[in-house]
Structures are given as structure tokens and as C-alpha cells.
């Protein structure tokens, strides 16, 4: 869906090189330096056909390169009608910073194809999806040296696994080819723990945030993450995720969810599992039994609210609604869902904003964890995890011996055995390594804020972070 702006609003684009102009200012970079880490350095435009139900369909998609002072280059893809070349140099620069911040040793890219997944069948989005991977391949664009796409709005591992086999089918001698895009699923080489990671990062954020009451007091808001109020826009899988973690393991009341064709709302909290199941078999929030609905989903974003996780889409809070956004605390879990203008708007008024480029990095952190899984061709955690079954075999064993004492009352499953036997020594690491990176990246924030007089706002001192890491890098390898 295009997000219309208000006729004064600058393009995503502008807006993201507006929020880099305004970190640049306050920095002391060499003249034409910060001119070279601004643009994007290359984008790739394809247009190609694919012959479907009876006729030929002509696609088109892009592949922007937006800085290569470290390779490879990562970021996702996406699958929406909407994209376009400025969204996707926008989405690459914000990939840039955003790596840089969390300290991932990647350039910044992205990708996108003008298409609505869900006006194709499975097996038709397959062969779009080869047919995109087979034109960037061969240019170089998908290649675990050089560059490593990633899942993003309307794409997930089923389309990351079709590319990494289309990789591989490209370049059979190549033993890397599983690293040439993440967020595959585990049994293609994925790693565990990354469907989740973008909302489990935004958790971790938040989590962050609530540790230091100096921050908390900035928003207007006191204590923990207990039984604070939270408005989801977008149950995908970051808006999913997130939502789902807040409720089920830091007491926070999901009173409202906006989705593409409406909002529902509940002051009493709204089951995230419950609606999601609904939204999966109904194609989205209406009719939804446990909350009441509201056919103009935006106008929920305004709602009285703690926090507000705009998780969906860019442009959504902008200088037509900043004015009315009650929530004290926003955090981007999106990528550019507030203007620049809007951004200017909230500041004045106090609101605290998260940013993007920090609050949504637990992807790239666990695609890093995945790539480096991948190119080292081992499992994580192996050794620890041989104790591990050991010990879990012997903790099984127990249980079935107690079972047939009591008379096979558990009645200890086949399913349950998988599971448990399996272990969780990956996906822990991958917890633990991504609590550390969302940790670590906040502290980089906090302390300019709480060092430097002239900066105010939690988005321009991640950007003086990350700008400052890219350019370091520039000075000391080159142009
Ligand atoms: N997937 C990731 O790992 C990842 C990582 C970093 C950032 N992001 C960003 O997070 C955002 C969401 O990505 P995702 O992967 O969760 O996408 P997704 O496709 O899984 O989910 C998007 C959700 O938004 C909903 N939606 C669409 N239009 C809407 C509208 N007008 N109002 C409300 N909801 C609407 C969709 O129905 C869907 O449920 C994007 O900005 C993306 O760039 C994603």
C-alpha cells in the first residue's frame, strides 16, 4: 500500500538524508567526506518476465548498493506494489548506519520487487522469486563475498531458501553458497532464532531503555515494561515477534493492533497468539472476536498509549498526525515510519523516539550469526550441546521411567522427545549474542547523550555513532 504523505513532506529518501545531514552538522568530517557516505553507490534496476497463468508477466525490482567500505553488503528484500528506486536507496542507507551501530561488518544494501505476494499462488512466487534471484546473481548482486540479501516486508525464509538454492544451482563449486542470503529456514541452512530476531531485538531495546530510570524520566514515564500499555501497527513478523514477547514475558498489555484492513483495540489487553491465528486464517483484523474493530486503522496510532511500535511501514507518522500521536514513547521497529518532519514535530513535544536504525537491527545481528554459521560450517554451540543431550537423554529416560510407573499417565511422546532432545544451546547463544549487541549499541547512544550537549534526541546520536564508524573506516582503508 503507498503511504500518501502530506504535500510538505520530503520522499523517505530525503527524509533519511535529512536525519543523516542533521547528525553530520554537529560532527568534524574531512570536506567531501560526508558527501561520499551520503549517496547511494550504485542501484540496480531489472525488469524481467515470467510466463504465468497463460501470459507473460513483466516484473520489476532493484538492488541498491549503498556503501561498500566493508563487504559484503547486506539487507533485505521486499515484496510490496510499492516499491520503488527512491524507497529502496533509502531502506540501503539506513542499512548502512544501522550495521555500523550494532558493529556488524557489512555495507549497506537493499532490495525490492514491485509485486502483491498475495495475488500469486506458491508455486507462481516461486518461480518469481528464481527468476529475481537468477537476474541479480549473475551481476553479482547475490554472492556471500559481495552481497547477502535477507527476508523483509512480504518475504521470510521460504523465499530466502528458493534464492540460496538458486545460488547454488548457479554455482555448484562454490562451498560458501549457503551464505549467500540469510534468514533461510534452519533445515536450509538457517540459524536458529531468526524469524524472531527483528521483534525479539525490539524486546531487548525496550528492555534496555526500562534499565536506566534517566531515560525512562526523558519519555515521561516511570518504573518497568510491567503492565505498560502497547499500540502494534503491522502483525507481521517483526510487529508479531515483538508484541508477542512484551506480553508473554515483560507484562505489557497489547491494547491495540492496526493492520492493513482496520484496527482492533482492547484496554484490557489483547491475546497476541489468539488474533494472530486469526489473522492467518482470515486475511486479516475484522471480524476478530476478542477486541472491538475500527475500520480506519491509522487513527489507532493516535491512541492514548505508553508505547507505540509502528511495524509495518515507512512515512505512517508524519506531519498530517504528529501532532495527535499521544504515546510517550515510540520505537521504530519499522524502517522510517516517522518523517523527518514529524520527527522534528515529536521532539518539540517531548515524545521520545527509538530509532529505526538501532530498535530494528536484531535482524542483521542474527543474519551476521547466521552468515558466519554458514561460511564456518558448524553448527554453534556443538561441544556445549553433546553435554547437553547427554544430560537431556538421561532427564528423558527419567521421565519415561516414571511414566510407566504411574501407568503411562504423561504418556512421553515421540514429539516431546524430538523437541527436548534437540536442545536450545543455538538458539541461546543467538539470544544471548543478540541481548549483548542491542545492549552494547544502546550504551553507545546513551553515553553521547548523556556526554554531549548539543545532541537531544536518541536518532541523531545513533547516527553520530554510526557515521563516525563509517567514516573511521573510510580513513583508514581508503577510498
Ligand atoms: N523482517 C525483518 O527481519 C526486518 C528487519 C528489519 C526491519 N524490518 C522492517 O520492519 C517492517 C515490517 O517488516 P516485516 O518483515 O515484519 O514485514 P511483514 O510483511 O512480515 O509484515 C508487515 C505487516 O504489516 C501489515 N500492513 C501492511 N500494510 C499495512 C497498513 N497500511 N497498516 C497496518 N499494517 C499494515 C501487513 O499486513 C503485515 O502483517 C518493515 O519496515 C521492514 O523494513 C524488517
Known sequence: MTQTLPIQEPSFRESVDMMFNRAVALMDLSPGLEEKIRVCNATYTVRFGVRLRGQIHTFTGYRS????????????IRYALSVNQNEVEALASLMTYKCALVETPFGGSKGGLCIDPREWEEHELEQITRRFAYELIKRDMINPAQNVPAPDMGTGEREMAWIADQYKRMNTTDINGNA???GKPINGGGIAGRTEATGRGVQYALREFFRDPADVKRAGLEGTLDRKTVIVQGLGNVGYHAAKFLSEEDGCYITAVIEHDGAVFNNDGIDVEDLKAWITRHGGVTGYPGARYHDDGAALLEQDCDILIPAAMEGVINLGNAERISARLIIEAANG??????????KKRGVVIIPDLYANAGGVTVS??????????????RMQRRQEEA??????AELERLDRYLGNAWSISPDFKKKYLRGADELELVRSGLDDTMRTAFQSMRAVMNT???????????????IGRVAASYRAKGL
Open 65 to 76: 548498493v549503498h556503501s561498500e567500505h566493508m563487504e559484503p553488503v547486506k539487507g533485505g
Open 180 to 182: 549467500c542470503v540469510t
Open 337 to 346: 515510519p516517522v518523517t523527518a518532519g514529524a520527527d522534528d514535530v515529536l
Open 368 to 381: 551476521y550469526f547466521e552468515w558466519v554459521k554458514n561460511l564456518s560450517h558448524i553448527r554453534f554451540g
Open 391 to 396: 544430560r537431556h537423554e538421561l532427564i528423558v
Open 452 to 466: 554531549r550537549e548539543d545532541v537531544h534526541d536518541y536518532r541523531t546520536a545513533a547516527y553520530l555513532v554510526a
